[in-house]
């Protein structure tokens, strides 16, 4: 409840940091909530329930309620498996090393689900049946679809294989694995989508992103009001105007008031209850803009760097990985220095030759014409996949290139000996006419016999990179010009295109194995030198492609998709498969089953074996009958060709034991039997022509067979096959070998290398294993009849053997089983639920083992993705489901403490996945059931629910461990869980889903509130608040419907409980020590809002269509769910800043910015209803605290201008570093409003100027003092040109401008919305006598003080005066009968607003400011003095500190005038009076504006201007409160000069002045005499006090001293000015000295606090005076006297003054500086300098001339205290009135000076003033001048004297400085010119001297001659000991000098 308003009277605190301690930890009920829950107490939600129990009836309840039972009957719960292996304790510190031994110690907990079913859980789902709940209008708005999660199919974009058709109706001896691997290349994509969540996305989507761009895109400029004294002015002053105000102020009567004047009477309109207020009401609801989002765009680098990428859209597919480089080779043109004379067949195989290994598919292509085509038979042309020519082949390499060759094989039709063949191509040109005949006609005949036979003819080779990875071929420009034009070699062209070139002649060996490993001997010059070039050359075009290229054609000669041609080309392209030396780890997703045949060598010896021109003919059998047809899989080789029955090698003529380098690629049907076989047929073909009608000789010499399936494996690697010479029936069974007659007695003559290409077959013996026991496991169907076999013939070593099996999956290499990883995974899940035991616990181990290698080769991420979202298929339609048996098995495999197989981290390193398979599981498994499972309690069992709260905890212990180690890979757990359970909410129960996530989120963090514990706390809490539904899950209908008693906690948290969770878990972070964890908190409720406000369906936007074109069910309408449902969810964050305010406060501006930008918009968008509600049931202090925030939140967007926008456009547009940033942040968030000033204008002015030691609450104010200091003003423009302006377009500036002028705005409009809903609620309190009540008021009033000095805009201001209208007629007695300070507020503000630039802002500042008059007269009935009283203090300062327009604010009086006059005309006697004093009023406060301009008129005078300032306030000697407040002004302008001292003097005059009315009040204070201690001059103010008693204080009178400076605190403040004044004048003696009135007051008050702090303040200060003392470096100041002669200086003329300058000031200075000020007023050449100093005499010539006499003088101390040692520096210049300077004078009297010392005398002039300096001013009057005239004889003692003196002075230092030393006796002993004391003597002493009459004054001359001698001595011993050795010479001389002169003096001394 509220405490009392009747609270103990407490004194009225301005200063923020003052206000009291905050809340205590009893006293605030969210400190005490955190604290029970965390101790593990639960919120109660039962009350919600009551009387509430009906259910939603579904219509097939049964149905998904049996299949509930189902679930439970099969599934059991994880207790009893945790207890079955000792898993139910696990130890809560952190995870062991691996290997050690746990032990389960006290602190271990039980792992029991039954608490998700406790508390709100089993009840939450009912609230939604209540009928406050249902009869809602917004419950079809906020009320969750059933349709938001469905799952659908998606085409898949790689068609399956034409081969794969065959398989669709089933054919026996398919085994489950084939059947998976089958399904994975052909089934659609199965996805599961979330309606909401895809469309509106967890985080800005383009639907908010829309609505926040309409937002910003509705912002309408904001002309601020920035022109009160503190601001920036963008009126210029009229100085037209201002000179009418010079001249003379204005004064007015009834009858003489302006016509011009206008006044608006609707101003002053009679406040009507509930209609004034509901009026301002609408005006202030029109036109507002979204605060919010306002800000958020302010700080958008800040939110986006804080940000989280909380949501993935749905992954792409699988897809070809695509190869980091593609090549494309494009064959041009094949040519000979021979011609064309025959078909010449080509192809390119790439090679690395640094691994030596083949690393491509073989391009086959030719580039014949078509005549040359045409000589072969039309027969022997093959199928064709195509019908357009071959362009070229795509092959993929390496990312870096390195040694990779492609190597250019060419091949011609069977001729004969290739020497003899390749003859006529190397000797071209001995080939005449009729031999190139001849060698067509012999190549025709060729070709009509053997076109089926090619012989190897030549090759060449070319290097495609250089060693920096870049294509040796230059590249091409777009019209096909060459890019570079040199650089040409052998093998390149300057235009892209690359030569084959030379063409070697083909060896003997053509085999790979021979070419890679003589590459490098082939290399050298004389190697290359011996093999036999065929002139020609092959031209290609080589180039790196990075898209698609049209009609391209995979390696199965499938055209890959999205590449259909759009053009008429006619050639197509080929992808070359890529046989990389090192794979990468990637998922197969596409079907391909190759199987590629290299045939090496054949060895046949027998002499029964005729055959010596052999080709082998290769053929795919599927039958091993003699007569069976082979299958057409085998690839034709030429470049166009499809697939064939049959193909043939190339021939080596004339060789036994042939070399091949051949490649055939064979298309392996999918399901493959043992009877699959190769058969490889060898034939010797005859080359010579047969006879006529014979055909070609082709006799079969053996056969070779090869089984290509065999052990359930593909044969793999190099073969040795023996060769037979014939054929059986069934050859392939083992009975037949025999038959069989083998070459060579069976050995193996024939070698062959085959390399499998499949993604459906493995030849890993580990995986195939694996694939039988799949196969082995029966289907779903079939588990429950086949599981008692199962059980039967798997004891004992079967066991172990199985596990073995599944084990052995994570030994098996990763690229492996990365190439069919979704398929594997598929089978490890069916394993765990059709497997036997203890096959299920072995998966997870398994899986996280498998993933852990894939992680080695690549992000295993990537390629669990798609399988994730994708893939995925439930392995079974029946219990049990893979979603309870993967969440049991999780747990179960965390919770073991004897799993040491894997790492703690790998456990949960991929949980993202498993949470990922569960919720897929699930969703797929309730997709196939009626209504999607029916209701959401019956779609899943209990044990499933109590198993997932296990499997949860045990993730947050992970987690736990985590953020002691391994943070990062915690911080991806504790998303992955969060992820999880908001994707939870969208299908199963969610009161037992929030329960978990209240538990998991409170255990998360620990005892010492660490960081990181924190950090993982909030964003595991963001996370779940991006849910898609989050308005829906906490039910917001309008709070208190269900609580009719009022607002309380509990009821809060209850009645929105995830945003419940979150204040319970986050409340107490925003106080947190480190800075990072409190922007996490205030960046998750800025995002959460965000993201809410911006939803179109709370926005009221329209609803755009989804993606696929489904238009949403739900019509959104903002009449239907007003944004405050929203809001009103997260008024724990507003009351938790209030119960902080202290902390906040003190907090830099960047985070305020934040806080309160959230806290004004959550207030500001919550309903009336709920904030009198909240703050009805608040306490006191809270309340105070609440105002207070407000105030804060005015001063923190006050709008700062144009410059500071530049400056943060400018930072913010260049990537600035971080030290600018700094410089950024050291310049104006360097800021505390602990510290603000919030008193009256009397206060701020005195304290403006010491800005070193001042914290400023805004931007605003900290840019007010540093311009007034000229040193911060030069560093602000020094770091303002470090910035690039330049980089900031205007657009930016503009807006950047357009947003900080909103908030502003908005914030000021908030404010008073605020204030007067406080109004209403607590207007009793307030209106009461109470000091609750007096305490609310005042805080009231400081917030209305706040936005009236706030820069606000005019529509602002319209706003707060209106509503201010009505609050005087609300609050009349506190405002005018009440001892308050409420009208001495608002005067000043209103004052300056009257000097506003904006017509509408004057207007309504004066009308208040009348209606204030008026309404103080009707309360009193006889007068306002109060209210012309603080007008006319609050005037006075203003025009002290400068108004910003005088002729404005004269208008601002004249409409108060008018106004006056209205009411005198009105009629009536009151009416008349009142109206007469109005004008009266209005006069004086003209007389005050005419002062002012004549102070203006001394801008570049300052001492002119201090005397103007000081004959003001001295005029106010009658009346305190104006005295004071202009020797305020005087204060601020000395300070505002630098002139320390007379500041400080001004503080203490008003010090006293203050302590007497204080003693005429019988208050404490100190008395007269402590102020007479600090300065004499202080006795006129006891003066101005002596009329003040108690009874004019009561009657208020003129005199009244109602200024908040008239009490001990004001006092307190005042002396603490003086000492920071004499502080910064380096006064520290004067300092202590006010310190002692301080302490003199503190001991009255017994203020032991106070008095301890000052006498720490007090040691510092001594401290200081010793510093000074001992460093003699002070200077107190340099005094002169000032003459004016002359006209010209009006009332100055003949008047001399003594000028204070500061410090050292030399004659130059002053003299240059008055000269050029008065030559500036007088004009040219009507001022000079006279220059000397006797009397002034003006010349006849010069009559018109002003003269202006300076001359230095010195303080004149008495006879005393000049020979007082003890007498210091301090002391000798300060409290000073007499100064003295010396003329020279001759014998005669005359001015003049002579080197004569027996005529030369001096006059010594001493000249008076009537206060002592330091005063409150720098220059007085001379009231007196006396002079003095001393003879010869007595000028010279005083020249010995000084030098005594002088020397003296430098002896008695502890450590004399060496160098004063040195010159006082170089001036002694080393005079050139004027002898000096040596003169002197001759000259009054010596034999020659003149009779002089004073015998007395030569006996002195005597005496202080000795004495000079002796102290010279003296100083000589010294200077000894103190120089060095380089000095050593000076030395010498000067103890010669101080012979020289001892041998003169001392005759002359001693008389003799």
């Excluded at 009858?255 to 309109?269: A, G, K, N, W």
């Excluded at 596990?803 to 765990?832: C, D, E, T, W, Y």
């Excluded at 080695?856 to 339609?877: A, Q």
């Amino acid at each position: 409840g509220r405490e009392p308003l009747c609270c103990p009277k407490r004194e009225r605190k301005r200063e923020r940091g003052e206000r009291g301690p905050g809340p205590t930890k009893a006293s605030c009920w969210w400190s005490w909530l955190v604290m029970h829950t965390r101790r593990g107490s639960l919120l109660s939600f039962a009350n919600l329930t009551a009387g509430s129990t009906t259910e939603h009836q579904h219509n097939h309840p049964q149905t998904a309620r049996r299949h509930a039972d189902n679930e439970k009957q099969a599934s059991g719960s994880l207790s009893p498996l945790l207890s079955s292996v000792q898993t139910h304790l696990i130890n809560t510190s952190a995870a062991p090393t691996p290997g050690a031994q746990e032990s389960h110690t006290s602190t271990s907990v039980v792992l029991d689900g039954s608490w998700v079913e406790e508390g709100y859980a089993p009840t939450y789902e009912s609230r939604w049946e209540h009928d406050e709940v249902r009869s809602d209008p917004s419950f079809p708005v906020f009320v969750s679809p059933h349709d938001d999660v469905r799952v659908s199919s998606r085409p898949r974009a790689y068609a399956a294989s034409p081969l794969l058709h065959g398989l669709e109706g089933g054919e026996e001896g398919v085994g489950q694995q084939l059947w998976d691997e089958l399904d994975f290349f052909g089934q659609e994509w199965r996805v599961v989508e979330r309606k909401y969540r895809d469309h509106f996305g967890t985080g800005l989507g383009p639907q908010h992103l829309q609505y926040i761009k309409g937002e910003l895109d509705a912002l309408q400029p904001v002309p601020i009001h920035m022109d009160t004294t503190n601001g920036e002015s963008d009126s210029k002053k009229d100085k037209k105007s201002k000179k009418s105000l010079k001249k003379g102020g204005r004064k007015h009567s009834i009858d003489t008031i302006s016509e011009r004047i206008v006044c608006d009477p609707s101003f002053l309109t009679a406040y009507k209850k509930k209609t004034t207020d509901n009026l301002n009401a609408a005006a202030r609801a029109e036109n507002r803009s979204n605060m919010l989002i306002v800000y958020a765009k302010t700080e958008e680098k800040q939110l986006a760097s804080e940000a989280e990428k909380t949501y993935t859209a749905q992954p792409q597919p699988y897809s070809p990985p695509a190869s980091v480089r593609r090549i494309l080779i494009k064959p041009l043109d094949l040519s000979f220095s021979l011609g064309e004379v025959e078909p010449i067949f080509c192809s390119i195989t790439l090679y690395d030759m640094k691994e030596k290994k083949r690393i491509s598919e073989t391009f086959y292509f030719h580039r014949n014409s078509y005549m040359t085509l045409n000589m072969l038979p039309q027969q022997e042309s093959c199928a064709k996949f195509t019908d357009k020519r071959i362009e070229g082949g795509v092959f993929s390499v390496p990312e870096t290139g390195g040694e990779i060759y492609a190597v250019l094989r060419l091949e011609k039709v069977l001729q004969g000996d290739i020497d003899t063949v390749a003859e006529p191509y190397i000797k071209h040109d001995q080939q005449k006419d009729k031999d190139k005949e001849r060698i067509q006609a012999l190549a025709l005949d060729a070709c009509s016999r053997l076109a089926a036979y090619k012989q190897p003819f030549g090759w060449s080779i070319l290097p495609l990179f250089g060693e920096d990875g870049s294509l040796l071929v230059l590249p091409t420009k777009s019209d096909g010009t060459p890019a570079e034009a040199e650089g040409k070699e052998n093998k390149k062209t300057a235009n892209g295109k690359a030569f084959f070139r030379p063409i070697y002649k083909q060896r003997l060996d053509t085999s790979d194995t021979a070419l890679l490993h003589s590459y490098a001997d082939f290399a050298k010059s004389s190697a290359s030198k011996k093999t036999k070039v065929i002139p020609g050359y092959c031209l290609v075009e080589i180039r790196e492609i990075t898209g698609s290229l049209p009609n391209t054609y995979s390696p199965s000669l499938q055209l890959l998709p999205n590449n259909e041609s759009t053009d008429n080309t006619d050639g197509v392209y080929r992808e070359l498969e890529e046989f990389p030396v090192r794979p990468k780890a990637a998922v197969a997703c596409t079907y391909y089953n190759r199987l590629y045949v290299y045939p090496e060598s054949l060895l046949l010896t027998a002499r029964s074996l005729l055959g010596r021109n052999i080709a082998i003919s290769i053929q795919f059998r599927d039958s091993d009958a003699i007569e069976a047809e082979p299958l057409p899989v085998a690839y034709v080789r030429q470049g166009d060709g499809g697939r064939d029955k049959e193909v043939i090698s190339t021939v080596n003529y004339h060789n036994k034991a042939p070399v091949f380098y051949d490649e055939f690629k064979l298309e392996l049907p999918p399901l493959l039997t043992p009877k699959h076989h190769i058969l490889f047929s060898f034939f010797h073909v005859s080359c010579q022509p047969p006879r006529p009608k014979e055909p070609v000789e082709k006799r079969c010499v053996g056969y070779a067979i090869l089984p290509v399936y065999q052990s359930g494996r593909v044969v793999s690697k190099a073969q040795h096959l023996p060769v037979t010479a014939n054929l059986v029936p069934n050859y392939l069974a083992s009975h037949s070998q025999e038959a069989m007659k083998w070459v060579e007695g069976g050995k193996v003559v024939f070698k062959v290398r085959v390399r499998l290409s499949s993604s459906v077959y493995t030849q890993d013996a580990k995986l195939n294993r694996f694939f039988n026991l799949i196969n082995a496991i029966p289907s779903p169907q079939h588990a429950s009849a086949s599981e008692g076999m199962i059980n039967t013939t798997t004891k004992g070593s079967k066991f172990a053997e199985q596990g073995s099996v599944v084990k052995s999956l994570g030994k098996v290499h990763p690229i492996k089983i990365a190439q069919r990883l979704p398929v594997i995974l598929s089978q490890l899940f069916r394993v765990m639920v059709l497997g036997p035991p203890p096959l299920p616990s072995l998966v997870l181990p398994t899986i996280f083992e498998i993933f852990a290698n894939i992680e080695e080769e690549t992000d295993c991420t990537t390629l669990l993705k798609p399988y994730v979202h994708l893939t995925f298929l439930n392995p079974s339609t029946s219990p049990p489901y893979l979603f309870h048996v993967l969440t049991k098995e999780w747990a179960s495999f965390l919770a073991s403490s004897h799993n040491r197989e894997v790492s703690s981290d790998e456990k949960t390193r991929y949980a993202w996945f498993i949470f990922g398979i569960i919720y897929r599981s699930l969703a797929l498994h309730l997709s196939r059931l009626p209504q999607f499972g029916g209701r959401r309690a019956e779609r899943v069992s209990k044990e499933f629910i109590k198993d997932l709260g296990i499997l949860m905890e045990l993730i947050g212990k992970e987690v736990q461990r985590g953020c002691r180690g391994g943070l990062t890979k915690a911080k991806a757990l504790n998303r992955a869980s969060a992820m999880f359970l908001r994707d939870m909410l969208s299908l199963i129960d969610r009161g037992p889903v929030l329960r978990i996530i209240e538990r998991v989120a409170k255990d998360m963090t620990n005892s010492d509130q660490e960081a990181s514990f924190i950090e993982m706390q909030i964003s595991f809490l963001k996370h779940i608040c991006e849910y898609e539904h989050y308005v829906s899950l906490n039910i917001p209908i309008p709070f208190g419907t269900r609580q009719q008693s009022g607002f309380s906690v509990a009821a809060f948290q209850e009645h929105y409980l995830l945003s419940g969770i979150v204040q319970q878990v986050v409340g107490d972070y925003f106080t947190h020590s480190e800075k990072a964890v409190r922007t996490k908190v205030t960046g998750m409720y800025l995002y959460l809002l965000l993201r809410l406000i911006s939803d179109p369906r709370y926005a009221g936007s329209a609803v755009p269509r989804t993606s696929s074109g489904t238009e949403l069910t739900v019509q959104l309408s903002i009449h239907k769910f007003s944004i405050s449902r929203v809001v009103e969810m997260f008024l724990g964050f507003v009351i938790n800043i209030i119960h902080n305010y202290a902390f906040l406060a003190a907090r830099g501006l960047d985070e305020r910015r934040r806080v309160l930008a959230l806290f004004i918009f959550i207030l500001q968008n919550i309903t009336g209803r709920t904030r009198r509600l909240w703050l009805g049931n608040e306490s006191h202090s809270h309340i105070l605290l609440y105002l207070n925030s407000l105030s804060l939140a005015l001063s923190t967007f006050e709008y700062v201008g144009k410059e500071r926008t530049e400056e943060e456009m400018a930072l913010a547009s260049a990537d600035t570093s971080h030290s600018a940033k700094e410089m950024l942040e050291n310049f104006y968030t360097s800021v505390s409003s602990a510290s603000q000033s919030r008193g009256n204008a009397n206060n701020s002015n005195n304290n403006s100027n010491n800005n070193n030691n001042i914290r400023f609450s805004s931007l605003r104010e900290k840019r007010a003092a540093v311009k007034a200091n000229a040193k911060q003003e030069g560093t602000q423009r020094q770091f303002r040109r470090t910035l690039d302006r330049k980089s900031v377009s205007e657009k930016q500036y503009t807006f950047h401008s357009l947003l900080e002028a909103n908030l502003s705005e908005e914030t000021g409009i908030t404010v008073v919305d605020l204030l007067e809903d406080f109004v209403l609620e607590f207007k009793a309190e307030m209106n009461g006598d109470t000091g609750g009540g007096r305490m609310l008021m005042d805080e009231v009033m400081l917030v209305w003080t706040q936005l009236l000095r706030t820069a606000l805009s005019s529509r602002v201001l319209s706003h707060v005066y209106a509503s201010l209208r009505a609050f005087v007629y609300k609050f009349p007695k506190p405002l005018f009968f009440s001892p308050t300070p409420y009208c001495a507020d608002l005067c000043p503000v209103l004052l300056q607003h009257c000097c506003s630039s904006q017509a509408t802002t004057r207007l309504s500042a004066a009308s208040f400011l009348f209606l204030l008059m008026k309404k103080n007269y009707e309360e009193v009935r006889k007068h306002f003095t109060r209210v012309k009283v603080q007008v006319t203090i609050a005037l006075s300062a203003l025009v002290g500190t400068g108004c910003q327009d005088n002729e404005k604010l004269a208008e601002a009086l004249d409409v108060i005038a008018k106004y006056g006059q209205s009411e005198a005309t009105l009629g009536g006697e009151a009416r008349e009076r009142f109206g007469q004093q109005v004008i009266d009023v209005c006069n004086s406060l003209h007389t005050i504006l005419r002062d002012s301009a004549i102070i203006g008129q001394h801008d570049t005078d300052p001492e002119a201007r201090a005397d103007m300032l000081y004959r003001i306030a001295h005029s106010y000697k009658s009346t305190p409160d104006l005295r004071v407040t202009w020797l305020i002004n005087l204060a601020s302008f000395h300070a505002q000069m630098s002139q320390w001292a007379e500041a400080g003097q001004c503080a203490v005059h008003m010090a006293t002045l203050i302590a007497e009315y204080l003693r005429h009040t019988r208050q404490l204070c100190p008395s007269l005499q402590d102020f007479l201690n600090i300065s004499p001059n202080v006795t006129d103010e006891a003066a101005s006090s002596s009329s003040l008693s108690p009874i004019d204080n009561m009657m208020g009178g003129e005199g009244v001293c109602e200024s908040q400076l008239f009490t001990e605190k004001g006092l307190t403040k005042v002396l603490r000015d003086a000492i920071q004044y004499f502080d910064n004048a380096t006064l520290y003696e004067t300092s202590v000295k006010v310190y002692k009135a301080l302490i003199a007051l503190f001991e009255a008050r017994r203020d032991y606090s106070a008095l301890a702090q000052t006498h720490l303040s007090l040691h510092a200060s001594f401290m200081s005076i010793h510093t000074a003392v001992q460093g003699q470096s002070r200077v107190l100041g340099s005094y002169y006297r000032v003459a004016y002669f002359g006209a010209g200086f009006g009332s100055d003329d003949g008047v001399e003054y003594i000028y204070k300058e500061p410090k050292i000031t030399r004659l130059s200075e002053i003299k240059d500086r008055l000269l050029a000020l008065y030559t500036e007023r007088l004009g040219e050449g009507q001022v000079r300098i006279w220059t000397r100093s006797g009397a002034f005499i003006r010349g006849s010539n010069d009559a018109d001339i002003n003269y202006i006499q300076i001359t230095s003088v010195e303080p004149h101390l008495t006879f005393d205290k000049a020979q007082d040692a003890h007498f210091t520096y301090y002391e000798r210049h300060t409290n000073i009135n007499k100064f003295i300077f010396e003329t020279p004078i001759l014998g005669g009297g005359a001015a003049g000076q002579t080197d004569n010392v027996r005529e030369q005398g001096k006059r010594k002039t001493v000249l008076s003033t009537p206060y002592s300096f330091p005063y409150i001013k720098k220059r007085l009057r001379v009231m007196q001048k006396d002079e003095i005239l001393l003879s010869p004889l007595y000028t010279c003692i005083e020249l010995v004297d000084a030098k005594t003196a002088a020397l003296q002075a430098q002896l008695s230092l502890p450590s004399p400085d060496a160098k004063t030393l040195q010159l006082i006796l170089q001036g002694a002993l080393r005079l050139q010119i004027n002898q000096g004391p040596a003169e002197i003597a001759r000259v009054f002493l010596g034999p020659d001297a003149e009779d002089t009459p004073d015998q007395v004054g030569l006996i002195v001359l005597r005496d202080s001659l000795g004495l000079f001698l002796q102290t010279l001595e003296q100083a000589l011993d010294i200077n000894r000991n103190i120089i060095d050795t380089e000095q050593l010479s000076f030395h010498q001389e000067l103890v010669l000098g101080f012979a020289q002169l001892t041998q003169v003096l001392r005759p002359l001394w001693c008389g003799t």
